[in-house]
């Protein structure tokens, strides 16, 4: 969502507030749990809006990102005779809320010593994740591997570039008053995120993103991406190949004897694709309120539901 910072704000036209020079801006999202869907591409498409109402409501959110700021329009793109335009400098900051470790944990069986010799896989596991690093993990019979119990949010913050397009959603033979115009848009900008960087504000990210309006039905969704980057140099690690941990046909809880937990900061680099949903017009809508006939440029879904 955007906001231009003009003090005659009632005297404009959608139009006219999209191409004033200053608009200060916000992003929240709400993303869910991945869903597993093994279907065909078209029959994806045309089933989406029942994929959605079948997810249940304990995994409707996994995480939760806000970013606000400035955006400041480049002279000569979306004037009043291309309102549907703009090209901008933006700068902004925010945070992405950390999982519950206890989402994100993996139980492994260790490679345990034979006839008192250590075996080639217990030697790379050992490694890997020495004893002088991880004291007591030798005496361990599993490990299991979870994201740290963080307190705070991954903070970030980036300036950037970002090109927006207005698009119609009505059918054509719509009034202009009923016409519906929703942002496509496409960014890029260069700071610091704690969640490609080991949980510290250090090097340079880059941050990837681009949305695309389409219509589902009455509502309004959007086909989005975007990819996190750190471009600090890369370190490649031998893989460790462990077994589940499996015990009388079950699997071994993280809170059984002899579990070693390993927490890794995130050092990597993340994409996220998926369909958005205009939570906020579902909500109007619900309340018996008609949805604005023209969002502001810039504007953003706030609830995604993702894919993989």
Known sequence: MTRHLSSDSDKLTGS???????????????ASYPQTINAPV????????TSVTDVKVNELVQSAEFRTGLDVRIPGVGNKDDAANRLSIF????????????????????????????????????EQY???????????????FTSPDRGRFYRQYAPGLRYTQLYDLTEEDAVESE?????????ASFGQHELVS??????????????????LGAARAYVFGRAVMSFSKNQDRRPVFLDPAIQDNKPVPPSAPGVYVISTPSNRDVYTMGIGIDAVEILK?????KPPATPPANYHPVQEMTYG
């Open 91 to 126: 700068a902004g900051f925010g945070g992405v809320g950390p999982l519950d470790p206890k989402q994100g944990v993996s139980v492994f069986k260790i490679p345990m010593l034979e006839a008192g010799t250590s075996t080639t896989a217990r030697n790379q596991f050992l």
């Open 198 to 215: 080991g949980g510290h504000l250090r090097g340079i990210a880059g941050n990837f993103e681009a949305i695309f309006p389409f219509k």
């Open 179 to 187: 016409k519906v115009w929703v942002p496509a848009s496409v960014a």
């Open 42 to 49: 078209g029959e994806f498409v045309s089933n989406l809006g």
């Open 16 to 30: 006219e507030k999209s191409v004033k020079r200053f608009h200060w801006w916000g992003n929240v999202r709400l």
């Open 130 to 144: 020495p004893e002088r690093s991880y004291p007591g993990i030798t005496k361990a019979t599993y490990v299991a």
């Open 285 to 289: 809508t619900l309340l018996g309120k």
